[in-house]
Nanobody, 124 residues
Framework: QVQLVESGGGLVQAGGSLRLSCAAS????????MGWFRQAPGKEHEFVAA????????HYADSVQGRFTLSSDNAKNTVYLQMNSLKPEDTAVYYC?????????????????WGQGTQVTVSS
């Protein structure tokens, strides 16, 4: 059974940092791209960032470029999203997901597996 389990969310003041983790299990993800999406109340899923297991290439939404950093630990099948200089508008539920759709990593409907989400709240 495939599982993606997020952790690391919480409440932080504006300007602070959080590190989210996504632990993947249940299959081989070497040919998958791992993505992070977020959803604020009343809004649709928004692409945040993605990383490929195979080459480690990373991609970021313009809104988080320069503030968020993705990394992976292949031995632990875990992806990390380091979030710095957090802003109130970053408040959302953050979801980890996996897709085998290659370059279409910004499109949430193409993701095969999803985690349960972790809440990030940034106070002003």
């Amino acid at each position: 059974q495939v599982q993606l389990v997020e952790s690391g969310g919480g409440l932080v003041q504006a300007g602070g940092s959080l590190r989210l983790s996504c632990a993947a299990s249940g299959r081989t993800f070497s040919k998958y791209t791992m993505g992070w999406f977020r959803q604020a109340p009343g809004k649709e899923h928004e692409f945040v960032a993605a990383i490929s297991w195979s080459g480690g290439s990373t991609h970021y939404a313009d809104s988080v470029q320069g503030r968020f950093t993705l990394s992976s630990d292949n031995a632990k099948n875990t992806v990390y999203l380091q979030m710095n200089s957090l802003k109130p508008e970053d408040t959302a539920v953050y979801y980890c997901a996996a897709t085998d759709s290659g370059s279409y990593y910004t499109l949430s409907p193409l993701y095969n597996y999803w985690g349960q989400g972790t809440q990030v709240t940034v106070s002003s």
